[in-house]
């Protein structure tokens, strides 16, 4: 008897995500699992792709991201909005009503007290509902209401949120202990006001006065000592000691409170303690020029935790210390003083000007004499940057970017400084340098890391962006900030239109899928709504990475929080290149695709495929919408691709392809304000191989 044919086995093939966008690989070139278009995915530390978090205002009132929401079991009489108070008669309780479309009863947030079951409910004394039980929080029925009702809560707390008080853009950010601070022009745009988050918004920071002194004799005058001319008296913020000692040539100046009862002028004064000086002139307001960028730099030079301080500037103005109290304007000497860019380095403070590099003295960021160990180093071309490299035990370096050159400043101070230059081809563009187990800069041709090298002390460079070269050249002159991201080893580089690299940078030397060294892991680009004008990236006094940026319409936004651009929507797509499964030139019949989706909440995602190149002989497959929740619900609570598993963090989710083709493209997609991130590892895709391509 004539046997039937056998039909060819079902195969199976994994491969991860990784290696991130590759626009310039030829396609049968490119490694499994590379993107050939994306949009708001990063890559995770150990490969992936994962959708990036979202950012929403800021000023020190409660986060958005915080927001719980409560369900208020009710029957319902009245009318009532989203927005209004909701008071317990009884109870006296208060909540916000965060939704209309709740069937149970009423869904608040911002609660404050507690309903109890049976009192009447009212808006503006008038009865709306009677309570019929009391209100629980979180209880949504499934995971994704629960999404649904932490995203309408954060609405509530949204619009509490304001911009940092005057007009224009936010010119500087920065953390420092438990607060927030950012520039911003006035609202005439006559000057630039430095403000602080608090609990009921943004405060402007009080600027004092500065008066100059010389003749400085007895003793070192106190901070909170008092200033005495006549009937003139004022409360010393500062001594800011510039030159000579305090037995008679001591200058340098005195930042004071307003004066009561005048003004100072020419002449002696006296200091609580005992100390004698001679006032050179009246006091002047410390005042900040419009317009300029600042940037900043945190160190502390005397060794107590009360001694760290922000050093900053911002092109426009004289460099200035900050201790969250009194700012303190920084006199280098130079006729025109007003720095650039600013690092601290072995114990100095660095400011540069034009093609000059400048410090202080060691440890004396107020004295800028050659006595003290201030010195100048001449670079030749326009210093764009400052970066801090290590080294070996008392061995780190001090990279000063140009704009067409590098060098390298090896030593401890003035007397063996070396400055090397290390490229006279290659320097960097302003706000886009720095250092994440190696150090990250944009010149005009692309991104290139400056390691370090098995010789001792030295460094070497490669460019990393090649494989978006097309995406990032007309972006390049338009480079405004970047940032590092420690916990996702990540460089993050922002241009003034929104858009933006995320380079994940290898951390994991023995990673099979990235190979050893030091490197880029890959890459993607993002579209952000609110373009990053600054931004600051720190870890203060212990607590975890904060990241907080400035952009054009005043507003300072948290980043990597919540599930949307500050409710608006997250929109993302990873176009995975065409995969041949090893066989390039066989027909397969595609079966199946089984997605690696990792995540900590409820999710939903689309999925596409396109066939053998995109050919237009294959009919267009049809999107599928798939959800998956990564906790809360049970195997039988949905259908095969709207499933929730309990206790899981890893959900393979299957999808169904149909077609014939020698390769295939996965395409995966979203748009929503509501999810949390989540996370594609790989794919498992199901196939059967027919015959050779005629």
């Not at 006559?190 to 918004?201: D, E, P, Q, R, Y």
């Not at 390691?451 to 338009?478: E, M, R, V």
């Not at 890459?523 to 607590?543: F, H, K, R, W, Y």
Request: charged share 10%.
């Amino acid at each position: 008897m004539k046997q039937r044919p056998r039909l060819p086995p079902t195969q199976t093939k994994f491969f991860a995500f990784n290696g991130g966008l590759d626009l310039v690989t030829p396609t049968l070139s490119k490694p499994n699992g590379t993107l050939s278009a994306v949009s708001n995915m990063e890559i995770g530390i150990a490969g992936g792709y994962k959708r990036i978090a979202g950012y929403e205002r800021f000023d020190g009132l409660p986060k958005p991201s915080d927001a719980v929401y409560y369900i208020l079991p009710a029957t319902i009489t009245g009318s009532y909005a989203t927005g209004n108070t909701l008071t317990g008669a009884t109870s006296g309780a208060t909540g916000i009503i965060a939704t209309t479309g709740a069937a149970q009863g009423f869904v608040l947030t911002k609660v404050v007290g507690t309903y109890v079951s049976g009192e009447n409910l009212q808006i503006a004394a008038a009865t709306v509902a009677v309570a019929t039980a009391t209100a629980s929080s979180g209880a949504a029925s499934t995971p994704a209401l629960n999404a649904s009702y932490l995203n309408l809560a954060a609405t509530q707390y949204r619009s509490d949120i304001g911009k940092v008080p005057g007009s224009g853009s936010v010119l500087g950010v920065f953390q420092y202990g438990s607060l927030v601070y950012a520039f911003r022009n006035n609202a005439g745009a006559t000057a630039a006001v430095l403000h602080k988050s608090s609990a009921s918004g943004w405060a402007a920071v009080t600027m004092y006065n500065e008066v100059s002194f010389t003749v400085g004799n007895v003793v070192t005058p106190l901070d909170a000592a008092v200033l005495t001319q006549g009937g003139v008296t004022a409360t010393i913020q500062r001594v800011v000691t510039q030159s000579g000692a305090w037995s008679g040539t001591a200058a340098g100046r005195f930042i004071i409170t307003n004066p009561a009862g005048g003004n100072f002028a020419a002449g002696a004064a006296t200091i609580s303690g005992g100390a004698t000086v001679t006032l050179t002139a009246i006091q002047t307001a410390i005042t900040f020029l419009p317009s300029g960028r600042f940037e900043f730099d945190i160190f502390n030079f005397g060794g107590q935790l009360g001694t760290r301080k922000v050093y900053g500037c911002d092109g426009k103005n004289r460099g200035f210390e900050f201790d969250g109290t009194t700012l303190v304007p920084i006199s280098t000497g130079m006729t025109v003083d007003i720095p650039t860019h600013v690092a601290i380095h072995k114990f100095h403070l660095f400011f540069s000007f034009a093609s000059s590099a400048q410090h202080s003295g060691i440890s004396t960021p107020y004295i800028w004499t050659i006595i003290s160990g201030a010195a100048e180093l001449g670079i030749g071309d326009t210093v764009t940057a400052f970066l801090r490299l290590p080294g070996g035990t008392g061995s780190g370096s001090l990279a000063i970017y140009a704009a067409n050159s590098t060098h390298i400043l090896y030593g401890n101070n003035s007397t063996d400084w070396n400055l090397v230059p290390f490229d006279s081809e290659t320097g960097s563009l302003k706000w886009t340098t720095q250092y994440i187990t190696q150090g990250v800069s944009l010149h005009s041709k692309g991104l290139v890391l400056l390691s370090t090298t098995q010789a001792y002390g030295n460094f070497q460079s490669a460019s990393i962006s090649n494989k978006i070269k097309p995406y990032l050249n007309d972006l390049i002159p338009t480079a405004t900030a970047s940032c590092i991201v420690r916990d996702k080893n990540q460089y993050r580089l922002f241009f003034s239109g929104g858009d933006a690299v995320y380079v994940t940078l290898n951390a994991i030397a023995s990673n099979p899928n990235v190979g050893t060294g030091s490197g880029a892991f890959g890459m993607t680009v993002i579209t952000l709504p609110d373009p990053v004008l600054c931004i600051a990236s720190q870890t203060e006094l212990g607590n975890g990475e904060e990241i907080y940026f400035g952009s054009s319409s005043g507003y300072v936004f948290q980043m990597d929080v919540g599930t949307s651009f500050d409710g608006g929507v997250i929109a993302w797509h990873g176009d995975i290149a065409f995969n041949h499964c090893g066989t390039p030139r066989t027909i397969k019949t595609f079966l199946k695709g089984v997605h690696e989706v990792s995540g900590n909440g409820y999710c939903e995602f689309s999925f596409n495929y396109s066939l053998s190149y995109a050919s237009t002989e294959f009919e267009a497959s049809v999107t599928e919408n798939l959800t998956s929740g990564f906790s809360g619900g049970s195997w039988d609570s949905g259908t095969w691709d709207a499933l929730f598993w309990d206790g899981r963090t890893l959900i393979p989710s299957e999808s169904p392809i149909n077609g014939d083709a020698e390769n295939i493209s996965l395409i995966f997609q979203g748009s929503s304000a509501e999810f949390v991130p989540f996370q594609f590892d790989g794919e498992i895709l199901q196939y059967i191989e027919r015959r050779l391509l005629r």
